[in-house]
C-alpha cells in the first residue's frame, strides 16, 4: 500500500486525484487532505476516505473543521497553517505528495515534501517557476522523485527517453513542442477581450479547472508558465522549446528527436490520464478515462500562436530568457493581476501591461535562498498592486 497526501484535495485537480485513488483502493491509502478553507467540501472528503490527517490553512477554518470531524470522523486529526501542511508531507507513512495547491501557497509544503524525499507529482507549475533552481536542487539533494501531472509535462515525460537528465543533446532530443488549446478567446481580436467576463474567461472549451489557471489559459499566460516549467523538469531552455496551437487537446505534447522521429502522447483532455500515470509510475493503472475515439476526433489542427494577441506568452518567453528573479516577478504579478481581474477591478486586456511594468519596474536578480524567492514575490505583488491602483484600476 502507498500512503498518499494530497495537497489542495478539495481543488480540481484535488478531487480528480481522489477519483483515481478511490478506484485502486487495494493500492493507495489516502493518508492527508489539505485545503485552504472550503470547510464542508473537506470535511465530506474525510468521512469518506478516513485519512489520519487534515489541514486547513486558514486557522478559523481548521476549528470549524474540527468541531464537524469530531463526531463523525474521529480518528482524523486536525492541523492547520502552512506548518501543518509541511508537517504531513513529510510523515513517514507518506509515500507521494500530490502538490495541487494553486499559485504561491504551494511553494512552502511542495519544498517540504521535496526535502522529505518523497514522490511528488507536481500540478503546482507556480512552485516551479518562482524557484525553478533552488526547488531542482532539493530534488536532485534528496532523491525525491518528481512526475509532472500538467497534461503537456506528463506528455513530454512519456515521450522523453528515460535518461533525460543527461541533458537533451545527449539522449538525441532536439526541441519539446508543448501544445496550447489558445483556450476560449483563441480566435477573438483584442478589440473585444477588451470586454470580457470572468466568467467567460473561465468557460474553456477542453478543460475544466479552477479559476485562476481557467484565466491563464484564457491569456496564454499558463503556456509561459509552462514554458518555463518544461525547462526546468527537463534540463533545458526557452530555445529548445516551442508552442504550438492546437484546438482539439488531444495531442498533449510531442518530442522530437535528432533523427526526424516526432514522438507525441494523445488521449481524452482529462486530467485523470496524467494523475494515474504518475501515481502509478512505471506501472500503468486504469484512470475511468474513456478511450480515445480517434474516428469521432476525426482531425487534428496546428496553428502558430498570435504573440501580438496573446502578450502574455510573450512576456514568459522574455522572463525565462533573462532567467533568475525574473519569472518569480512575472508570476507575482500574474497571480496579483489575475486576483483583480476575476474580482471585476480591471479588465482581461489590463493583465499583461500590468505585468510588463512590474518586470520593468523590479531589475532581475540571482535567487540563491528560498528566503530571497519569497521576499522578491512579495515585492513583486506590492509592485503589481501599485501598478494597477495607478493606472489600471477600473473607475466604478
Ligand atoms: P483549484 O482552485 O480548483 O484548487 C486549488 C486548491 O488549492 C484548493 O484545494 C484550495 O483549497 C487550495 N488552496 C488555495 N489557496 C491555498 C492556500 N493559500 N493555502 C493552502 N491551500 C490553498 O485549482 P486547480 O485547478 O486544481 O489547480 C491546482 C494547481 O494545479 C494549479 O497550480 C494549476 O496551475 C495546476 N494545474 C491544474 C490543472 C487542472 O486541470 N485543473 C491542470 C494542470 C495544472
Ligand atoms: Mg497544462
Known sequence: MKGICILGATGSIGVSTLDVVARHTDRYRVVALTANRQVERLAAQCQQYRPDYAVMADADAAERLATILHDTAPETRVLSGVAGLCEVVALENVDAVMAAIVGAAGLAPTIAAARAGKRILLANKEALVMSGNLFMAEVRATGAELLPIDSEHNAIFQCMPTD????????????????????????????????????????????????????????????????????????????????????????????????????????????????????????????????????????????????????????????????????????????????YFLSGKIAFTSIAPVIEQVLSNIPATELVTLEKVMETDMIAREEARQVIEMHHRKVV
Not at 475544466?208 to 489557471?213: A, E, H, L
Not at 480515445?292 to 489542427?301: E, G
Open 164 to 339: 533525460f537528465a543527461r541533458g537533451l543533446a545527449a539522449v538525441g532530443v532536439t526541441r519539446i513542442l508543448l501544445t496550447a488549446s489558445g483556450g476560449p478567446f483563441r480566435d477573438m481580436s483584442l478589440e473585444r477581450m477588451q470586454g470580457v467576463t470572468p466568467d467567460e474567461a473561465c468557460a474553456h472549451p477542453n478543460w475544466s479547472m479552477g479559476r485562476k489557471i481557467s484565466v491563464d489559459s484564457a491569456t496564454m499566460m499558463n503556456k509561459g508558465l509552462e514554458v518555463i516549467e518544461a525547462a526546468w523538469l527537463f534540463n533545458t531552455d526557452h530555445e529548445h522549446i516551442e508552442v504550438v496551437l492546437h484546438p482539439q487537446s488531444i495531442i498533449h505534447s510531442l518530442v522530437r528527436y535528432v533523427d526526424g522521429s516526432v514522438l507525441a502522447q494523445m488521449g481524452n483532455p482529462d486530467m485523470r490520464t496524467p494523475i494515474a500515470h504518475a501515481l502509478a509510475w512505471p506501472e500503468r493503472i486504469d484512470a475511468g478515462v474513456a478511450p480515445l475515439d480517434l474516428i469521432a476526433v476525426s482531425r487534428l489542427d496546428f496553428q502558430k500562436p498570435d504573440l501580438a494577441r496573446f502578450p502574455c506568452l510573450r512576456l514568459a518567453f522574455e522572463a525565462a530568457k533573462v532567467g533568475g528573479s525574473a519569472s518569480t516577478v512575472l508570476n507575482a504579478a500574474n497571480e496579483v493581476a489575475v486576483e
